[in-house]
């Protein structure tokens, strides 16, 4: 905090706290937006997504997103980026063989980095 | 959406302006824009839109303004002002003793008219139950400490009484027993004891001061102010038969330091001339000052306008400890130093104190009491030695407690601090130990205040003298 000095232990603790609370997701997300806004974390714990869901007739083709959709999830907007093939360290051409991921989804092997 | 300030209390140091935090126990320095911006709110609500620019008209950049703002926010001094319901944390189910005190004899060779033990107002009922603690009880209650505090690593022991020194041979044993216990599971240890000091002879001062045990002598001032109240049953007074016994243990105990309690009575109320007497002609370490506890109706009760002198009187020997404390120097005047050390700490009790808690007193008949002050009193057990603490008593005493139930503290900034104050001293003028205080709350809140006021001019001045306070005071 810049405008306010934390004087007793109790202090120091709230502005720690509030430090982590701002700056931790943020620091996941591996990129510092330009202003510091209320973070709304996105990716499987809050948003609902179809996944592997089915559509009446049960078919999957139809639905409003493919059924990788959570392979989608987690690559662009989870917070953790260690349950997808981890494309910024140790796979970054993970789609190589997944041009199209509506087609090519089942070559995605699993990575051993 | 209007702002709204959130619950705190304003406070000065020397030059600096601080906010005490009401939910938290936080203390924080203002810079001159969140000043601003409180001030602006303290006049009247406002949008937060209106806030900025107002405040941004008044020569500061919007930058700071919103940071700023932000910053206040995220403190909870400024809010939505939707009210927000705030409880305490549960009570735990299992909280390991820290220390135990042990009301080794309810016997006294003093007869002092204001004893809450003895007095016109004590709840003890001591009929038909041993005089004093036994040897069986005793070991159980050691026992029972360390077995319950199996977790922690320092542990205390307090003796009590009743004159303490009455059962003398007792606390040998004891020590002894719990040294031996602390040695074998590779804990601390530590003794204190509370006396009148009328029985201490040369061989006991050199006992307590070789095997470290902290003394507390009750003691009202001088010669008259003690002997107007802390007399023999025939009423002779005891202040000189005390006298030089003091002096002794002083010069030759220096493993711990030796504290003077005073009882402020209608006979001895006058703050500085005792604090001088006891530091100056007896050399005490420490003084620490509390009020009686009566009703209001006793002739040794203070009396609302003896307690107004007596925080004038306060106020006068705080500034005497900033001085002292901007120099680097010890003070004797505990009131002020144990509350800067809460201060320091932040701490924001659901319960007034550990009594029940972390703490228990154990009578002589093995009754397990919440504190020193409720050992005997049969209306207030809460377990015995032999079977333990018992959880719903303790569960039902300590829930009366909480400042959860006790509304009237609800809309009080001193709340962290206070809890709503002494469970006895609640029982005694209420009927109800988990009344509030309200016939302290005034005083409790200048006080508060003015060891705010001390506390920031340290911060600001001596910051490194608050690293005193940065252990908790094992207690």
Redesign the interface.
Known sequence: MKHLRAINRKAARIVEQTSAEQNDIVAMQQQQPPQQQPHVPMGCSIVFSPGWEVDSAGGTAGLCQPVERDIFDCYVTCFWPAQVPDHLNNYPDWTTKCAVATKDWRNIDIVFP | MNLALGEFHRFRGNRET??Y?VN????????E??DALLQKLERRTLSGDDLIRETVADGYTTQ?VM??LR??W??GAISDGVPKPVTSQPLPDDFPLQSIVLNITNQCNLSCSYCYEFGEDKIATPDGKPKFMDWHTAKASVDYLFESASTRDALHITFFGGETLMNFPLLQKVVDYARGLAKERNVRVGFSLTTNATLLTTRIIEYLADNEVGVTVSIDGTKEMQDKFRIFSNGKGSYDIIKPKIKELIARHRSRPIAARVTLTSGASDVLKIYDHLKNEFNFHEVAFAPVTTSPNRLYSIGEPGMDKVLEQFSELAKDYLQSALRGEHHGFSNVSDTLAE??????KSLPCGAGLGMVGVGPSGDIAPCHRFVDSDDHVIGHIDTGIDMEKRGEFLKKGRIDGKYDCHSCWARPLCAGGCHHEAFVRYGDSGHANLHYCDWIREWTHTCLSV??AI?EENPAFLEHF?ERKAS
Not at chain 2, 24 to 31: K, Q, T, W, Y
Not at chain 2, 343 to 348: A, I, K, P, R, S
């Open positions: 601080f906010l935090m938290s126990g936080g203390i924080v320095a203002l810079d824009v969140s700071a940071e700023s910053e206040l995220q403190l201060l320091h700490q932040g701490v924001n506390y920031g911060a940065s």
